[in-house]
């Protein structure tokens, strides 16, 4: 019996790291953002000084760790506003829908390169159409210098895929032509 509790005291350890961060981060008693995150470094610094309490699941304390690290510049605003979500699972969601209604529209299984080159346009009207339905009358107010600018991002990144495109499709003219263009570019007319 002892042996056996011995076998699982990483696992529970760990396990329990766990817990407690999630019980920490959903904060039933109504801490603030500052509280929340001073008891979340806490518990953190406890894995660090405890981790090879966990065993074979070092590795994945670790993991946990430096995941925290990057998300926690972000992760605690939550707790002070109210109108920031704790999760982006509605966020993802709405993705997820445009994704499938690309998917069926065009048959692909991945991103078309239409949502690359156009993706800030194409989402937005994506998930702007699907909340709310848009009279005409709404199309046409907008500012003219801003439809140019986007204009411009969005005829800048096509010209880059094209670019890439045809690099793969012929490596060798394409570098003999950025060659040319160079050397012209760099000598005296």
Known sequence: MTATADLFAPV??????????AHI???ESKASGEQ???????????MRRDRAAAGTLAE????FLKVTVSYAPGLFACYDEPAIPRTNNDLEQTFGHVRHGERRATGRKGASPMVVVRGAVH????VVTACKQMPPTDLYH??????LQVRQEMDTRHQLRLSQRHFRRNPEAYLASLEDRLSKAILPP
């Open 25 to 27: 981060l959903s904060n």
């Open 60 to 63: 994945a304390v670790a993991h």
């Open 142 to 147: 907008y500012d003219h210098q801003v439809w």
């Open 123 to 126: 989402v937005v009207a994506a």
């Open 12 to 21: 529970q350890c760990a396990y329990g790291w766990v817990h407690q961060a």
């Open 36 to 46: 929340v995150r001073e008891t979340y470094e806490a518990l953190l610094e406890q």
